[in-house]
């Protein structure tokens, strides 16, 4: 039977509230925290590049990370019930890049945060 090839990484946005989640604070490299799902959660896989937008507020990305892998597969690890995936926080931005900075840039400009 062949190997299912696996399909090319892909990059996400996953939205802080910073009345619940200060990304200021809890963003900390090398740490793992679960994150809930809203939408898209059968397409997220692990390895998955996740960027994190703080919602409001000084609105902005914050750092970025990567779905972590349940067993050693493409499927990620779930946590706290279907709802939730595993992210390992890779790096915190010394400066959070900001939604105009974002805007102004002509590859970036539709994205919709």
């Known amino acids: 039977m062949a190997k299912e ?6 990059t996400w946005i996953f939205q802080g509230n910073p009345k619940r989640y200060d ?22 896989q692990a390895g998955d590049i996740v960027y994190f937008w703080r ?3 000084d ?3 914050f750092g ?11 499927k990620p690890a ?3 019930g279907r709802d939730r995936i595993a992210v390992e926080y890779k790096e915190r931005f010394e400066e959070p890049i900001p939604r ?6 002509p590859d970036l400009a539709d994205l919709n945060i």
């Open 5 to 10: 090839e696996r399909r090319p990484r892909r």
């Open 23 to 44: 990304l200021r604070d809890k963003l900390v490299p090398g740490e793992t925290e679960a994150w809930e799902i809203n939408a898209y959660r059968d397409e997220i």
């Open 55 to 57: 919602s409001s507020g």
């Open 59 to 61: 609105e902005a990305i």
């Open 64 to 74: 970025w990370g990567e779905v972590a892998p349940e067993g050693g597969d493409d």
């Open 78 to 80: 779930l946590k706290a």
């Open 100 to 105: 105009d900075v974002i805007r102004a840039d």
